[in-house]
C-alpha cells in the first residue's frame, strides 16, 4: 500500500482555514492524550503537519511519513523517518511504546492491515491514539453529498470510518478501548471568519450533541491475555480442615455391639485410642 497522492490532498485540506482549525483542536486534544503514556518508544505514523508526540516523554520519539515536512529553525527539528507502506512498518515486533495515527486509516487501501501492523509492533499493553473525521456529522453530511453533485468539502479520496466500527475492529485485535471524545462542531464553512463566528458550538457540542462532531479521536490499550498455572495446589498446615478418620473395630466393640467405624477426632487425638474421650488424658 502506498499513501501516495490521497495524503497529499488532506495536507492541502489542512492548509486551508477549516483544516487549521482541525489540526488546532487535534494538537490540543492529542497533547493531553499522550502526557501520561509512558514507555520508551514512540512512534506517530504519517501526518507531519502535525506534532502529536510533543507532550509525551519518552527518549525516543519520531514520525514515520510518506515525505519530509518543511521545519522552520524557530520549530525545532523533528525525527521524521521516510517510509512508503503503512501496512509493512519496518520496525521489529513488540518494540513500540505507543503509536499515534491521525487520519491514517481512512486514506489507507487497506486499513484492517494498518491495524494488524500496529498491533505487531505494540508491546503488550501498549498504546495505541487514532483521530478520523465522523460520517456522522454536519462535515460528513456535506461530503455524502458530494455523490449526488455538490462539490466535496473533505478529501475525496477519503472513506470516512465511524467510531463504532473502528472499535469493532480494535476488539477483534484484542484491543480494549480507554477513552475518546469528538470535536469541531462547527458548520462546514470554508472561512476563518465563518469558523471563529462558530466557536461558542465547541462546549455546546460537547454538552448537547457530543457524538455529532466532525473529528473524534480515541484511545486504546492492546491485551495479552496472560497464561495460568495448572497444578497441585499447596496449602498450609493452618488451612487444613477436619477429616474424618477411620478407627479400628476392636473385640470389645464386637461384644457390646457398639462399632463405630469412623469419627471426628482433633489433631492431638490418637486413632487408635479405645478408651473413651472423657478419659483420656
Known amino acids: 500500500m502506498s499513501p501516495g497522492g490521497s495524503i ?12 487549521r482549525y482541525v489540526l488546532d483542536w ?11 503514556i509512558f ?9 507531519p503537519e502535525i506534532d502529536a508526540l510533543r507532550e509525551n516523554r ?21 525525527r521524521v523517518a521516510i517510509i512508503n507502506r503503512y501496512d509493512e512498518l519496518p520496525f521489529a515486533t513488540h518494540s513500540i511504546d505507543l503509536v499515534v495515527m491521525p487520519h491514517i486509516l481512512e486514506f489507507a487501501p487497506d486499513p484492517h492491515q494498518v491495524l494488524r ?21 454536519m462535515w460528513g453530511l456535506r461530503q455524502f453529498c458530494t455523490r449526488l453533485g455538490a462539490s466535496p468539502f473533505l478529501p475525496r479520496e477519503g472513506h470516512f470510518i465511524a467510531l463504532p466500527r473502528v472499535k469493532d475492529w480494535l476488539k477483534l485485535l484484542s484491543f480494549d478501548f480507554a477513552r475518546g471524545r469528538f470535536g469541531c462542531y462547527a458548520p462546514s464553512a470554508r472561512s476563518a471568519t465563518w469558523l471563529n463566528r462558530w466557536r461558542f458550538m465547541e ?9 455529532l462532531g466532525a ?32 478407627v479400628a473395630t476392636t473385640r470389645i ?21 479405645p478408651r473413651p474421650r472423657a478419659q483420656r488424658g
Not at 8 to 19: M, N
Not at 28 to 36: K, N
Open 215 to 246: 473529528v473524534y479521536m480515541l484511545t486504546a490499550v492492546k491485551r495479552v491475555r496472560g497464561m495460568r498455572l495448572v497444578g497441585k495446589v499447596w496449602k498450609n498446615s493452618e488451612e487444613r480442615v477436619r477429616q474424618l478418620t477411620p
Open 26 to 36: 487535534e494538537q490540543l486534544h492529542l497533547d493531553a492524550a499522550v502526557v501520561d
Open 117 to 137: 501492523e500496529v498491533e505487531r509492533v505494540l508491546v503488550p499493553e501498549g498504546h495505541v491514539v487514532i483521530t478520523g473525521f465522523n460520517p456522522a456529522s
Open 203 to 211: 462546549k455546546a457540542g460537547d454538552r448537547w450533541w457530543p457524538v
Open 253 to 273: 466393640a464386637l461384644a457390646t455391639g457398639e462399632a463405630h467405624s469412623a469419627e471426628v477426632l482433633d489433631d492431638h487425638d490418637a486413632a487408635n485410642d
Open 58 to 78: 519518552m527518549p525516543l520519539r519520531f514520525c514515520a511519513a510518506d515525505r519530509q515536512l518543511e521545519v522552520s529553525a524557530e520549530k525545532g527539528e523533528r
Open 8 to 19: 497529499v490532498k488532506l495536507s492541502e485540506f489542512l492548509c486551508s482555514p477549516p483544516g
Open 39 to 47: 514507555g520508551y518508544h514512540a512512534l506517530q505514523l504519517g501526518l
